[in-house]
């Protein structure tokens, strides 16, 4: 899923604000793919962590466009093509979660690659319902937010995506904080900034850990608070956000150090 996630949070963030996946990152992969260079793939990773899902999620994304497009045209799949789009995904994943210590990478790959006309379709309405969420909770229409939130989150899980699981988990945080359920807002900005930080999409991170910080110090869980908040200045610094980076420097002052 290539949506951005909407926080409790002032500043939007796509996948890859601060960490773009630049063309010679995904060239190379191509490279290395082909080549089936699984040690040279992990270094190319661990150079570039915040690419990684971009660049694998080129060939899934990629895979079900054409199979949307034969549909369409009511051609025939080419079904070695897909095929060939799958195990360059799932290598590249496995390779990933060599890099990272990580088994999500390659969950999330296998699982797509194994998706029927069924499970095709729930994962394109899941994403057509985070757009939505999106849409509802700048218009201010929280209820509506959180029903489509929800909704994505529950069609992405069960289909083994992790990265759509987490943006709907991300928006129900959203939505729940707007209707000011705080406890409700923390539970699943919590769940969506462990993911967000298996996948190595730091932007996204970011987002999910400041939002929690915000919520354990409103709801006086100062403990967690301050890890959340350390971890959360740190992943500012990462991106380069100065601004967001001096709020989390007060709140960090405000809470002293873990």
């Not at 919590?190 to 400041?210: K, M, P, S």
């Not at 967690?224 to 971890?231: E, I, M, P």
């Not at 601004?243 to 002052?253: F, I, M, N, R, T």
Request: with cysteine; net charge negative.
């Amino acid at each position: 899923m290539k949506f951005v996630v909407p926080v409790l949070c002032s500043l939007v963030l796509s996948a890859f604000a601060f960490v773009p996946r630049e063309e010679d990152v995904v060239a190379r992969f191509a490279e290395l793919a082909k080549q089936k260079d699984v040690a040279a793939t992990v270094e190319l990773w661990k150079a570039n962590p915040g690419a990684a899902l971009g660049t694998i999620d080129e060939y899934l994304e990629g895979s079900l466009a054409a199979v949307e497009q034969a549909a369409l045209e009511k051609k025939p799949v080419d079904a070695a093509a897909i095929d060939n789009m799958h195990a360059t995904a799932i290598f590249g994943a496995l390779a990933a979660d060599q890099a990272f210590g990580t088994t999500i990478f390659a969950d999330y790959a296998s699982a797509f690659s194994g998706f029927d006309a069924k499970q095709q379709k729930a994962f394109r309405r899941g994403q057509a319902a985070h757009g939505e969420a999106r849409k509802a909770l700048k218009a201010g229409k929280h209820a509506d937010a959180l029903k489509l939130a929800t909704e994505c989150r529950d069609l992405a899980q069960p289909l083994g995506d992790w990265w759509g699981t987490a943006m709907g988990l991300g928006a129900m945080g959203a939505a729940y904080a707007g209707l000011g359920k705080q406890a409700e807002a923390l539970d699943v900005h919590a769940q969506a900034a462990q993911i967000y930080h298996d996948l190595r999409l730091f932007g996204n991170e970011y987002q999910e850990t400041a939002a929690v910080a915000k919520l354990c110090d409103a709801l006086g869980r100062k403990p967690r608070a301050k890890v959340a908040a350390g971890r959360a200045l740190e992943l500012a610094q990462l991106v380069g956000d100065e601004s967001g980076a001096k709020d989390l420097e007060a709140l960090v002052a405000k809470l002293g150090k873990p």
